[in-house]
């Protein structure tokens, strides 16, 4: 089950704080820290999206409950994402594949 938050599309950052359970300013610096939060800017706020959310929390945890500093959870978060992103490339050419043998 999905949480109900990730029905909305753009969060500010006042919302997310909440979600995340982390002050408005330590958001600021982990955009600043981390490449891979993105919100958008709109006016002068930042409006982040569901993925954001997700990277907030991971972030969170692996400095908060695994105990690494900045730098490791840096190299730890880019080390996930390149683990997801392998993982979807080898999901799409087994659907291919599975595309090809349903047509035969």
Do not use: C, H
């Not at 300013?25 to 919100?39: A, D, G, M, Q």
């Not at 990277?55 to 969170?60: G, N, Q, S």
């Amino acid at each position: 089950m999905k949480p109900a938050f990730q029905k909305k599309r753009y969060f500010k950052i006042g919302e997310v704080s909440n979600i995340a359970g982390v002050e408005p300013y330590v958001l600021r610096f982990w955009e600043k820290e981390f490449k891979e939060i993105k919100p958008v800017r709109f006016s002068s706020q930042r409006l982040y999206r569901y993925q954001d959310i997700e990277t907030i929390l991971e972030i969170k945890k692996l400095l908060y409950e695994e105990g690494f500093t900045v730098a490791g959870a840096k190299k730890q978060l880019s080390s996930r994402l390149r683990y997801q992103s392998l993982l979807k490339e080898v999901k799409d050419e087994l659907q291919e594949i599975l595309d090809i043998l349903k047509k035969e």
